[in-house]
Nanobody, 122 residues
Framework: VQLQASGGGLVQAGGSLRLSCAAS????????MGWFRQAPGKEREFVAY????????YYADSVKGRFTISRDNAENTVHLQMNSLKPEDTAVYYC????????????????WGQGTQVTVSS
């Protein structure tokens, strides 16, 4: 499984960015796709996940109502639409995948993409 994250950048507070994670190497119908982030000096934390088959989603409280995770089955791509960005959203964002039950625990994700930097200026 290969995951390729893209879409990061520099944005002002209140702005928006859309991250993408292109997945290849498998049939992902039974996979859970997650987004995580790691801010400088902090541990990596869960952001959101989506089940590839049913499209069920779950969000961290810190992003609920501002971020939306979605999937494009035809393109094998998962997106993270980030609106109303705050300086505290600044981090390296990672996409990850696992086969099986949904979880917010990063240790249970088997596959990781490279990170993409998101910087939100105040």
């Amino acid at each position: 499984v290969q995951l390729q994250a893209s879409g990061g950048g520099l944005v002002q507070a209140g702005g928006s960015l859309r991250l993408s994670c292109a997945a290849s190497g498998r049939t992902f119908s039974r996979y859970v796709m997650g987004w995580f982030r790691q801010a400088p000096g902090k541990e990596r934390e869960f952001v959101a996940y989506i089940t590839w088959g049913s499209g069920s989603t779950y969000y961290a409280d810190s992003v609920k109502g501002r971020f939306t995770i979605s999937r494009d089955n035809a393109e094998n791509t998962v997106h993270l639409q980030m609106n109303s960005l705050k300086p505290e959203d600044t981090a390296v964002y990672y996409c990850a995948a696992r086969q099986g039950a949904t979880t917010r625990y990063e240790a249970l994700y088997n596959y990781w993409g490279q990170g993409t930097q998101v910087t939100v200026s105040s």
